[in-house]
T-cell receptor
Framework: GAGVSQTPSNKVTEKGKYVELRCDPISGHTALYWYRQSLGQGPEFLIYFQGTGAADDSGLPNDRFFAVRPEGSVSTLKIQRTERGDSAVYLCASSLTGTPSQETQYFGPGTRLLVL | GQNIDQPTEMTATEGAIVQINCTYQ??????LFWYQQHAGEAPTFLSYNVLDGLEEKGRFSSFLSRSKGYSYLLLKELQMKDSASYLC???????????????FGKGTKLSVIP
């Protein structure tokens, strides 16, 4: 594909519900990153995948958040028992080889999550 | 902690030049990125500096001074479409978490007026 794609573009849910956010990275990119961007803030790191494995999930705020990448391409960020404070734009990024110290991350358009 | 500071908002006139500053205090440094983000859209990569000096790319240039913990993005011949937020981000390390986690500033919202 031409770039990182994310679905849905917008998600409105009620407090306590479960949501899944999907990211499709640039074809051939082995490294995938999730960030969260609150209004008026810069993106904050959540989790990094190298291939199928989560190499670092230290940015996930709590155990309600989980992400998978079972085949090393598409990734899904899962949020259980959503809270109003989870409302934000969830950004996905990918980079080419997984030598991240030398690479640029390319971002998708994000999923705007609103928890009512 | 990690601290990256940028002005919150700036306004400039179409056709003019604007400089957006970024100062950083981070535990480690392995490169500074500038991204452009239009409202409701993805951050788009603009430039990358890892060594001191100026990197020029068309109308956009980026400067880095590692000893001062300082960078700026220079936009020339401003166009209305340059109205966007500009994000400064630091990569802190060569290995481990610091090598792939980008630490972002809050962004500078630039408004270009006629």
């Amino acid at each position: 594909g031409a770039g990182v794609s994310q679905t849905p573009s917008n998600k409105v849910t009620e407090k306590g519900k479960y949501v899944e956010l999907r990211c499709d990275p640039i074809s051939g990119h082995t490294a995938l990153y999730w960030y969260r961007q609150s209004l008026g803030q810069g993106p904050e790191f959540l989790i990094y995948f190298q291939g199928t494995g989560a190499a670092d999930d230290s940015g996930l705020p709590n155990d309600r958040f989980f992400a998978v990448r079972p085949e090393g391409s598409v990734s899904t960020l899962k949020i259980q028992r959503t809270e109003r404070g989870d409302s934000a734009v969830y950004l996905c990024a990918s980079s080419l080889t997984g030598t991240p110290s030398q690479e640029t991350q390319y971002f998708g358009p994000g999923t705007r999550l609103l928890v009512l | 902690g990690q601290n990256i500071d940028q002005p919150t908002e700036m306004t400039a006139t179409e056709g003019a030049i604007v400089q957006i500053n970024c100062t950083y205090q981070t535990s480690g440094f392995n490169g500074l990125f500038w991204y452009q983000q239009h409202a409701g859209e993805a951050p788009t990569f603009l430039s990358y500096n890892v060594l001191d000096g100026l990197e020029e790319k068309g109308r956009f240039s980026s400067f880095l001074s590692r000893s001062k913990g300082y960078s700026y993005l220079l936009l020339k011949e401003l166009q209305m479409k340059d109205s966007a937020s500009y994000l400064c981000a630091v990569r802190r390390g060569y290995s481990g978490a610091g090598s792939y986690q980008l630490t972002f500033g809050k962004g500078t919202k630039l408004s270009v007026i006629p």
